[in-house]
Structures are given as structure tokens and as C-alpha cells.
């Protein structure tokens, strides 16, 4: 396998083959390459530069980086350099050690020296950095409500217009308050205009029919809920935003508003069990209960994906109003793909389109 311009590792199978083969493989080395790749790649050079370091610590005597270099797991899969990249975060943002900060601002840009600095960070912050790579990233993102609204536009002549909305791994709830959202969808507008929340995403294709959306309830669950209202836990969830990409820092920082004047609804729970919890309750005649979820389902295993997938379907074939949206990765492609499936209606997966991970472009096909 020969590597290409800015690191990137290509086959003969091209680009999407190669990403495919990288997800899957447990090259930690290759994992945190294409990583900074892929942050480099989508508006976070300074980011990309603090991943590519953790190269460094491969062969670095820390605990953190033995524990890197030996990563069981699947490493991108687990998004073991963004965990990492955290952490790293978390130091300047709380004031643990300022020095990162010149690499955020962009002052410091040789890799050199930005190996150099992480492995001194490591060294000094070992203990408090270990703790990162015990879970995957909490990336909850409100630009990725964008696909969610606009999967309801398209849903509503077809389905109904009131929703029922149940998010799984709802992190922090930031996508489980999208109800007070303003959006900005190719020009068709959604939600009440004066929200501090202003989702605005670069949009491609047609803009979405508009459509009557009400949604008639709200909440989420996660097998370990974020509080926004405790500073701790809010000020690790922004650790996990890329620093030089700030509207969403601006996002997460209208996310804590929010959050402070209603609290979202959040249930810890097992993901297959809040699905059965919560086909099992009542059930307005009129309105279509949805379950949505963006960028959480490599994160289940796949026996609680199968269960989910099975009471999903089961309750949309029995005759239940059903619908459910997914913005998650396609494994051979590599790319974030929106998709929905409603009852009535077939249950037949529907494309309506393909986002950026963090919401700063959607590429819609729903009007086709």
C-alpha cells in the first residue's frame, strides 16, 4: 500500500476502499494517521497537527502511551485518537497547561515541534491524560440536527406532521433539545426564529419541501448522560470540539444556554431497553413515534444493534405509526449518510441524503 500526498494511505481499491480497510484495521499507527487526515481535511489543521503527535508516544515510555500503542479494540471504530485529542483539549481549556494553546491559534505549526510539546504534556499529565481512553468521545453536535429537521420535513406529507421524538445516545442532549432549534435548511426555515441556537449548514442540492413539523414530545437516552448543568462535565463535553472550529464551539456554548433554562429529558439506560421501554408506552393515535440517532450506532454492539433493528421493525409491521432516522457512517463508503425508514409506508430504507460529521454541509436527494 503506497502513501499519498498529506499522509493518506492508498491501495489499488482507491481512496473509499482504503478508508474502509483502515476502519476495520487495528493499526493504531495508520488509525492515528488517517485521522489527522480527516481532521485536516474538514477545517481543523491545528487539531489534525495534535493527533498526528500521538504518533510520538507510540514508542514513548508514558502509561498513556503504552496503553495507545496497545489498543485492543478496532482503533478508529473506537475513535481512539479523538479520545486522546480530548484530553489534550481539556488541558488548556481548564487551565491544567496553557502551552497547547499557540498550536490552536495556529502559531505553532511545525509537526516537529507539535510532537515534541505532546510528548512533554504526556510526560507531565500522564495520570489525568489515561482516563481519556477509557470511552469514546461525547461529540454531540447540534449541526447534525440539520439532517434530523430535514428528515421531518420530508417525513411529514407522507407520514404526518406531529413526532414523537426518542434519540439514542443522546450524549448531553444537545440534539435531544433540536425542538428549540432554529434552522436554515437551503432557505427553508423550521423552528422559532429567535433561538440563541441558529443551525445554518452549507446545504447542496434542492432545499427541502416545507412542511408542517410539530413535535409533540422530546428525550433521549445514553448509557452514561452528560449533565450540561454541572461545569465539569459541560466543559468535557467542549473538550471533544475541535478548538479552531468555532461555530461549534459557539454551538456547544448556545447548547449549555439551553440546557441551563430547560434541561433536556435523558434517561440512562441501555440503548436496546429504552427501545422497549419506549415502544411499550402509550401511543397518541396521531402521532408518529421516531427514533433517531446520529453517528452512535458503531458505538453499540452488534447484538444490541440487531435488538433495536428487530423491535424497530416489528412494532412499524404490526401497524404502529413508526418512523426512524439514522445519520450514521456507511462502513464501505466512509461517508455520513442520512437515512429513514417509516411505517406505514414499507419500512424500506429511504437515502434522503449524505452530511458533514459535524454539520457544516448537507447534501440533500430528498426531493428526488
Given amino acids: 500500500m503506497a ?37 485536516a481535511n474538514n477545517g481543523a489543521p491545528c487539531t489534525a497537527r495534535v493527533v498526528r503527535a500521538q504518533l510520538a508516544l507510540l514508542s514513548d515510555e ?11 479494540g478496532i482503533p478508529l471504530e473506537d475513535a481512539l485518537p479523538l479520545r486522546l485529542a480530548g484530553g489534550f483539549h481539556h488541558l488548556l481549556l481548564s487551565g491544567a497547561d496553557m502551552r497547547l494553546g499557540a498550536v490552536y491559534r495556529g502559531e505553532v505549526t511545525d509537526q516537529g515541534e507539535v510532537d515534541a510539546l505532546i510528548v512533554e504534556l504526556t510526560r507531565n499529565h500522564d495520570a489525568a491524560l489515561l482516563p481519556w481512553l477509557d470511552g469514546p468521545p461525547q461529540t454531540n453536535e447540534a449541526g447534525r440536527s440539520a439532517s434530523i429537521m430535514a428528515a421531518l420535513l420530508w417525513l411529514s406529507p ?10 439514542l445516545g443522546a450524549s448531553a442532549g444537545v440534539n435531544t ?13 423550521a423552528g422559532p426564529p429567535t433561538s440563541p441556537m441558529q443551525i445554518k449548514p452549507e446545504w447542496r442540492g434542492p432545499a427541502p419541501m416545507a412542511a408542517p413539523v410539530e413535535i409533540t414530545a422530546i428525550e433521549g437516552c445514553d448509557r452514561a448522560p452528560v449533565n450540561l448543568a454541572d461545569r465539569a462535565a459541560a466543559l468535557r463535553l467542549k473538550s471533544y470540539v475541535w478548538a479552531e ?5 459557539a454551538r456547544i456554548d448556545a447548547a449549555i444556554r439551553l440546557a ?15 427501545v422497549d421501554q419506549r415502544l411499550a408506552a402509550r ?18 454492539p452488534p447484538e444490541t444493534r440487531a435488538r433495536i433493528t428487530t423491535a424497530i421493525a416489528s412494532a412499524g409491521e404490526g401497524g404502529r ?21 417509516y411505517w406505514p409506508g414499507g419500512g424500506e430504507p429511504v437515502l434522503l441524503g449524505e452530511a458533514h460529521a459535524h454539520g457544516a454541509w448537507v447534501a440533500w436527494h430528498g426531493a428526488a
Fill in 177 to 189: 433539545m433540536m425542538d428549540r432549534y432554529h434552522y436554515d435548511l437551503g432557505g427553508t426555515q
Fill in 283 to 300: 401511543q397518541e393515535a396521531d402521532t408518529t413515534r421516531v427514533f433517531y440517532h446520529s453517528i452512535v450506532w458503531q458505538y453499540l
Fill in 3 to 39: 502513501k499519498g500526498r498529506k499522509g493518506q494511505l492508498y491501495g489499488t481499491g482507491g481512496l473509499e476502499q482504503v478508508q474502509a480497510m483502515v476502519m476495520d484495521a487495528r493499526d493504531v499507527a495508520a488509525a492515528i494517521a488517517w485521522q489527522a487526515d480527516h481532521a
Fill in 62 to 72: 508514558t502509561e498513556t502511551g503504552r496503553r495507545l500503542a496497545n489498543w485492543p
Fill in 245 to 249: 472550529v468555532t461555530e461549534r464551539m
Fill in 321 to 341: 405509526r413508526i418512523a426512524w432516522i439514522m445519520l450514521e457512517t456507511n462502513r464501505e463508503t466512509f461517508r455520513h449518510e442520512l437515512t429513514v425508514r
Fill in 260 to 274: 441551563g433554562e430547560q434541561p433536556p429529558k435523558l434517561t440512562q439506560m441501555d440503548a436496546g431497553d429504552w
Fill in 158 to 167: 407522507r407520514i404526518g406532521s406531529r413526532f414523537e421524538m426518542n434519540e
